[in-house]
């Protein structure tokens, strides 16, 4: 058996699973049965009453999500994982498990659109505080934490504007507070981050992107203590939000994360060389991405990230028309919300992903109007950088 000692990709195919157990199938079987017999009335009661393992219920537990709980954990150094729904369901199952009224949550400034607008409409309806502080600062979080507060939540980087929060540094305030660290590490995938390693207590992912890594499924998954993931199932995912994964889903992520070491390197060794490009372009205002020298976090990037990943958020001269301009001239790279595909996908947050936020929200929170997002594929490299020469505006028609 495959153990948390092996390399990161060996662990990534095989921890978890003996073919052995499986009539010798190499590939782990998709169990899609929604209901397990038991084999007496007394195992079944027990097994409700969590004293003998088990599975009962596919909302609650499944062979083939099971193996993709533990292959999560194994690869981000948890105790434990989760599968949800979505990357939603993951998010919300986290929250309702831990907040009651009168709790408050503290996040960073920039989030995924649909974070920030559960947050906003979801949670404060319900009598939960949520705060935005600048979490790029930790004295910010010193001021602004207090008993009050149960869940610290960031992304990093962040959707869509690649702000980095320094994992290791917010989570001891906030658990000297007595506040759970809530990273979504949808972005770095844990090759390139493993928050739980650096202090925090729970990670959520959307495994719709670089877990699954082919755009073909919606999923989210969840890692931690296994006490705190007992939790999260038993309330969160079984009770508060009913967002269970498919078994169906949690194959075709297992076959995801076979591949998933060599298709982020190639997304980081892509994205690096198109952030250059794009940089040194005239018609570019402004490039995000932590592996630039420019980069205002780059030396955080370096101590926290094992490469730079493959999102990228840039600006053009003129804006937002210029930027809308650029997209419909793309050829190869597709308009396409979504992120982490073998295809490479632009988009414009302001009206697409984070459309959420009201036009004052994104100002306040650092998303500007003229932001493009780039997912680089994993296309040639000489292909993605043909399409954007011809789709961004000349030297000449830059300078008019
Ligand atoms: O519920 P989903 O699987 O779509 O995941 C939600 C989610 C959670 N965290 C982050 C950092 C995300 O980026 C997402 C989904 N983002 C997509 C995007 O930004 O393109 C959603 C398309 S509207």
């Given at each position: 058996?495959?153990?948390?000692?092996?390399?990161?990709?060996?662990?990534?195919?095989?921890?978890?699973?003996?073919?052995?157990?499986?009539?010798?199938?190499?590939?782990?079987?998709?169990?899609?049965?929604?209901?397990?017999?038991?084999?007496?009335?007394?195992?079944?009661?027990?097994?409700?009453?969590?004293?003998?393992?088990?599975?009962?219920?596919?909302?609650?537990?499944?062979?083939?999500?099971?193996?993709?709980?533990?292959?999560?954990?194994?690869l981000e150094g948890a105790e434990a994982g989760l599968a949800?729904?979505?990357?939603?369901?993951?998010?919300?199952?986290?929250?309702?498990?831990?907040?009651?009224?009168?709790?408050?949550?503290?996040t960073d400034k920039t989030l995924y659109g649909c974070t920030?607008?559960?947050?906003?409409?979801?949670?404060?309806?319900?009598?939960?505080?949520?705060?935005?502080?600048?979490?790029?600062?930790?004295?910010?979080?010193?001021?602004?934490?207090?008993?009050?507060?149960?869940?610290?939540?960031?992304?990093?980087?962040?959707?869509?504007?690649?702000?980095?929060?320094?994992?290791?540094?917010?989570?001891?305030?906030?658990?000297?507070?007595?506040?759970?660290?809530?990273?979504?590490?949808?972005?770095?995938?844990?090759?390139?981050?493993?928050?739980?390693?650096?202090?925090?207590?729970?990670?959520?992912?959307?495994?719709?992107?670089?877990?699954?890594?082919?755009?073909?499924?919606?999923?989210?998954?969840?890692?931690?203590?296994?006490?705190?993931?007992?939790?999260?199932?038993?309330?969160?995912?079984?009770?508060?939000?009913?967002?269970?994964?498919?078994?169906?889903?949690?194959?075709?992520?297992?076959?995801?994360?076979?591949?998933?070491?060599?298709?982020?390197?190639?997304?980081?060794?892509?994205?690096?060389?198109?952030?250059?490009?794009?940089?040194?372009?005239?018609?570019?205002?402004?490039?995000?991405?932590?592996?630039?020298?420019?980069?205002?976090?780059?030396?955080?990037?370096?101590?926290?990230?094992?490469?730079?990943?493959?999102?990228?958020?840039?600006?053009?001269?003129?804006?937002?028309?210029?930027?809308?301009?650029?997209?419909?001239?793309?050829?190869?790279?597709?308009?396409?919300?979504?992120?982490?595909?073998?295809?490479?996908?632009?988009?414009?947050?302001?009206?697409?992903?984070?459309?959420?936020?009201?036009?004052?929200?994104?100002?306040?929170?650092?998303?500007?109007?003229?932001?493009?997002?780039?997912?680089?594929?994993?296309?040639?490299?000489?292909?993605?950088?043909?399409?954007?020469?011809?789709?961004?505006?000349?030297?000449?028609?830059?300078?008019?």
């Open positions: 058996m495959i153990d948390t000692t092996a390399g990161f990709a060996t662990r990534a195919i095989h921890f978890g699973y003996e073919p052995q157990d499986e009539h010798g199938a190499l590939t782990p079987p998709m169990h899609l049965s929604s209901t397990f017999a038991f084999e007496t009335a007394e195992a079944g009661g027990e097994m409700f009453a969590g004293t003998r393992p088990g599975h009962f219920y596919t909302r609650v537990s499944n062979p083939t999500n099971d193996l993709l709980e533990r292959r999560l954990a194994a949800a729904a979505s990357g939603m369901g993951a998010i919300t199952a986290v929250m309702w498990t831990f907040l009651s009224p009168g709790d408050e949550v503290i920030f607008s559960f947050l906003r409409d979801g949670l404060s309806r319900f009598g939960i505080t949520v705060t935005h502080v600048d979490l790029t600062d930790p004295q910010a979080l010193i001021d602004a934490i207090s008993p009050k507060t149960r869940i610290v939540y960031f992304e990093t980087p962040a959707n869509p504007n690649m702000r980095l929060v320094d994992i290791a540094e917010i989570s001891t305030i906030a658990r000297a507070a007595g506040a759970r660290t809530v990273v979504d590490n949808t972005y770095a995938t844990p090759l390139l981050t493993r928050p739980i390693t650096l202090g925090a207590d729970i990670v959520v992912h959307s495994a719709t992107k670089y877990l699954g890594g082919h755009g073909d499924l919606i999923g989210g998954l969840v890692a931690g203590s296994a006490e705190d993931m007992t939790q999260v199932r038993v309330v969160g995912i079984k009770d508060m939000t009913g967002a269970a994964m498919s078994p169906f889903n949690a194959f075709l992520i297992l076959r995801g994360l076979k591949t998933l070491q060599i298709r982020v390197e190639r997304h980081c060794r892509s994205a690096m060389e198109v952030a250059r490009y794009l940089e040194a372009h005239p018609a570019v205002s402004a490039v995000h991405y932590p592996g630039l020298d420019s980069f205002p976090q780059h030396e955080l990037a370096r101590r926290q990230m094992a490469d730079f990943g493959g999102m990228i958020a840039f600006e053009l001269d003129g804006g937002m028309t210029a930027g809308v301009t650029m997209m419909n001239r793309l050829n190869l790279i597709r308009r396409a919300v979504s992120l982490g595909d073998a295809e490479s996908l632009v988009e414009h947050p302001a009206s697409m992903t984070h459309a959420t936020y009201t036009p004052e929200e994104r100002l306040a929170h650092g998303i500007s109007d003229g932001l493009v997002r780039l997912s680089v594929g994993l296309e040639d490299l000489a292909d993605i950088l043909a399409d954007l020469t011809a789709a961004l505006p000349d030297r000449l028609e830059a300078a008019t």
